[in-house]
């Protein structure tokens, strides 16, 4: 299970009611940080997070609502004496920025800090992938995939009788090595299993101008967190953003299971923004608050830890 923490809700500017981007992934006990706005830091002691528990940090790009939070989390790290390296996450210009940052001010981190410039990259972590792929933003700017591997199907009794075997602790030994000896014959875990489940696809935008590159990595996931920081084209202007409309229209087109609709501009009220969005968004979305948590897996769970 995967769950989906919405830690700041809003984009350009915090205000009394939601705080500037940042989503952590839970996922087997790591917590993967997309964005870090400023006062993130105080966003993780409201949800009884530790920032410790984080390894890997992608930002999407380098405007203020999206990473000012950084510097609070590398130095809260080093005051509790961490030694496991960070690693920082970003598109271009990601090394220049993030090195001028920790130059700022009469601090060094106690530890070792990573900076990965990415372009359109796949990385691996064990159970599962990280997908960044480029948007439309009018500077450097990416979006991200959370893609976890396929996982085993589930133990088959039929299948199980059928080789003449009767269920019992052996299966634990299989599920673990993926093979086990029993009278001489080799059982291999796919013989007694169903067929493998999808792993779950949670697909972040950033900021962006509505792109095919999102339709394209957003395929079938089972959330897309789209920006949609305008109700309408009119007040979205010359800027590099989505509107409500935009962001529905490409979960529609993408078949996605779940649009999470994300970085209000701070001119709406909650209130006004899910009316608009009820008007205009004929497909299954939802308005995530500060806190809210989706836990993704072969069905959603919505609560908050507020």
């Not at 948007?135 to 979006?143: C, D, I, R, S």
């Not at 949670?202 to 900021?207: A, E, I, N, S």
């Not at 792109?211 to 897309?224: G, M, N, P, Q």
């Not at 609709?261 to 608009?276: G, I, K, Q, S």
Request: charged share 30%; net charge positive; aromatic share 12%.
């Amino acid at each position: 299970m995967l769950e989906v923490i919405f830690l700041g809700t809003g984009g350009i500017m915090p205000n009394k009611e939601r705080n500037v981007p940042a989503i952590a992934l839970k996922y087997k006990g790591e917590i993967i940080l997309w964005d870090i706005g400023e006062g993130t830091l105080r966003q993780f002691n409201i949800a009884k997070l530790s920032p410790m528990k984080i390894d890997k940090i992608f930002i999407t790009h380098f405007h203020g609502d999206h990473y000012l939070g950084l510097m609070s989390f590398i130095q809260t790290m080093s005051l509790w004496n961490r030694e496991r390296p960070l690693h920082i996450y970003g598109p271009k210009y990601t090394f220049e920025f993030v090195q001028n940052y920790l130059k700022s001010g009469f601090f060094r981190p106690g530890f070792e800090i990573h900076i990965h410039e990415l372009g359109e990259a796949r990385l691996k972590f064990g159970d599962y992938e990280i997908w960044s792929f480029k948007v439309e933003h009018g500077v450097p700017a990416l979006g991200y995939v959370f893609k976890e591997k396929e996982k085993r199907g589930s133990f088959d009794i039929e299948k199980i009788r059928e080789l003449g075997l009767i269920p019992g602790p052996w299966m634990k030994k299989l599920e673990k090595e993926g093979r086990v000896e029993i009278d001489g014959r080799i059982i291999h875990l796919e013989e007694v299993t169903g067929k493998p489940k999808k792993g779950v696809k949670v697909v972040y935008t950033g900021d962006t101008e509505p792109c095919e590159r999102v339709k394209l990595f957003s395929e079938k996931a089972d959330l897309l967190i789209h920006e949609a920081t305008y109700i309408d084209k009119a007040d979205r202007n010359e800027s590099y953003h989505s509107t409500v409309p935009e962001a529905c229209e490409i979960a529609k087109k993408a078949k996605v299971k779940l649009l999470a609709l994300f970085h209000r501009a701070p001119r709406y009220t909650y209130e006004e923004y899910c009316t608009r969005a009820r008007e205009v968004c004929n497909y299954k979305f939802i308005i995530p608050k500060d806190f809210d948590v989706i836990k993704v897996g072969e069905r959603y769970e919505l609560s908050s830890i507020r």
